[in-house]
């Protein structure tokens, strides 16, 4: 569990995020939606402890990250994944030594282990010719498989996702979403993910946090957003024709 | 005042390229290959340049000498004594400014820009040792091709003056051996010392804080190339008053 409390953060006086406060939960895909600009990223570095907020408190498993000495946050550090809006893969090392390079930098354990783990989770993101590729030679959708590849490869509590199908089709968009449901689920993660996408939110939306010019809009789940009223929610979600009529559907059904 | 935090903010950077290393299983590889960037990769240029400008300086000074009653070998000892003193360890360094600083700006500055630095940050890496103190180990390597830059610059020197027949190649090497100062030697080495800390140190610092994207990538490189010979020249008069003044 992630607890947020009153999180605020603003760059040279200009306010980004006005005071959030909000909860993430173990073993679930956690959500973050908004438009564009409306502090999606920077709520999330918050988390990471990229950003130091001006106020408000982050509580990781019951302490609040501001009170943590630096060896409790670089331990916290070793217990979180994150895959960054343009995968921040190292472009000097291959797909294989990116993977493994968390592995290498915090564990002792010999190199055919490694090689081992790697494989695995290479084959778990359905990447399984590609270990000795450079990022610049692989597309877009490996590159967002092999960082998230690189997020899990050692064993996160907490995983952080921001905007992983951005760019990509909507078929491998689905895959993408669907693999971080099925790996948060399968090693009981903590996951937050940044979206603007509406079939992430259907899809694994099982808690959302909406956020509007900085502040907390509305949250609930993939279930409620469709029944909400709220009007921020629904100028956001029924921007598209397509969900507009869904949403007819929805009401007419309801009458 | 935004200089003065600037300054502020280099030297906290300094402190934690020092704390918190990374394993020496993984600094040793990036040291190497830093060695092979920075300091294998500028032999070339540095080997052109220096036998050439050799020649030049020689080729100056013996047109310089009208008078017929000044001795043949000051043409040798006055391309020692510009190539050793300044030519070598502060031109070179004002070159490898631009070379090698705008490398490690423009490569640092990507991995910021692409958030490459981030990432490393979030998976508790000291990004700041990772990235620089490598450089800064290779470039202890610096002042060795430094002595590889004076032995072909007064090799240019020589070269240039016994074909151009400005003196004989024997009044040549007696002006190298007129005079000699160890301590000249001494001094040249301890400024290149320096510089080497500080080429391989302002450009990391313009890389590593930059904002924005690959065009403000460009402009780092440029304005750390501005500062790095700015510090190089103001280091240079501060340790040249200290030492010969
Ligand atoms: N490092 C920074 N310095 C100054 N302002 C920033 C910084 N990072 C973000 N901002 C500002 O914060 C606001 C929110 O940006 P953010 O990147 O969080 O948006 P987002 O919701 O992630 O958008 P997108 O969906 O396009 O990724 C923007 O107005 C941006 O200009
Ligand atoms: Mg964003």
């Not at chain 1, 952080?160 to 669907?178: M, Q, R, W, Y």
């Amino acid at each position: 569990m992630i607890f947020v409390e009153n999180l605020h953060k603003s760059f040279d006086g200009s306010p980004v995020l006005n005071g959030i406060s909000t909860s993430f939960e173990k073993g679930k895909t956690n959500l973050i939606i908004g438009q564009s600009g409306s502090g999606k990223t920077v709520f999330l570095k918050c988390l990471l402890g990229l950003f130091t907020p001006d106020e408000g408190n982050i509580i990781y498993n019951g302490e609040a990250y501001a009170e943590m000495d630096d060896v409790k946050k670089r331990d916290l550090r070793q217990d979180m994944g994150m895959v960054f809006q343009g995968s921040a893969l190292f472009d000097s090392m291959t797909v294989e030594e990116n993977v493994m390079f968390p592995l290498k930098m915090f564990t002792n354990n010999p190199i055919s282990e490694m090689q081992e783990r790697v494989d695995f989770v290479l084959e778990r993101v359905n990447l399984v010719d590609a270990h000795h590729k450079f990022p610049s030679e692989i597309s877009g959708g490996m590159q967002k498989r092999v960082a998230i590849a690189r997020a899990i490869v050692n064993n996160p509590k907490y995983l952080f996702c921001d905007e992983p199908n951005s760019g990509l089709d909507p078929k491998t968009a689905i895959v993408i979403d669907n693999l971080v449901q099925e790996i948060t689920q399968e090693y009981d993660i903590t996951t937050v993910i940044n979206t603007h996408d509406m079939n992430s939110v259907m899809e694994i939306g099982q808690k959302i946090v909406f956020l509007k010019d900085g502040y907390k809009a509305w949250e609930g789940s993939n279930k409620e957003i469709f029944k909400t009223d709220n009007e921020a929610v629904t100028n956001f979600v029924y921007s598209s024709e397509l969900f507009k009529k869904v949403r007819q559907m929805y009401i007419e059904e309801r009458n | 005042m935004k200089y003065f935090e600037a300054i502020g903010k280099y030297f906290l950077m300094i402190r934690e390229v020092f704390s918190r290393p990374t394993k020496w299983g993984i600094m040793k590889n990036l040291i190497l290959k830093e060695v092979d960037d920075l300091i294998y990769g500028s032999l070339g240029i540095l080997i052109f340049i220096s036998f050439f400008v050799g020649g030049v300086v020689a080729i100056q000074t013996a047109l310089n000498m009208d008078s017929p009653l000044l001795p043949k070998y000051l043409v040798g000892f006055a391309t020692r004594q510009s190539v050793i003193l300044e030519f070598a360890p502060t031109f070179i360094s004002i070159i490898m400014a631009g070379k090698v600083g705008s490398y490690i700006t423009s490569s640092i500055g990507t991995m910021r820009v692409t958030e490459q630095i981030d990432a490393l940050e979030v998976m508790g890496v000291n990004a700041l040792n990772y990235l620089v103190f490598p450089k800064i180990t290779a470039m202890l390597l610096y002042p060795f091709i430094i002595s590889i830059s004076m032995f072909l610059g007064i090799l240019g020197g020589w070269t240039a003056s016994v074909l151009g027949g400005f003196s004989t190649s024997a009044e040549f090497i007696d002006g190298l051996q007129i005079d000699f100062k160890p301590f000249h030697v001494f001094y040249a080495f301890a400024k290149t010392v320096v510089f080497a800390f500080i080429l391989a140190t302002i450009p990391s610092f313009h890389g590593f804080y930059m904002k924005g994207g690959a065009l403000e990538v460009g402009k780092a490189s440029t304005t750390s190339f501005v500062w790095t010979s700015v510090v190089i020249i103001i280091i240079n008069y501060i340790i040249t008053q200290m030492l010969l003044g």
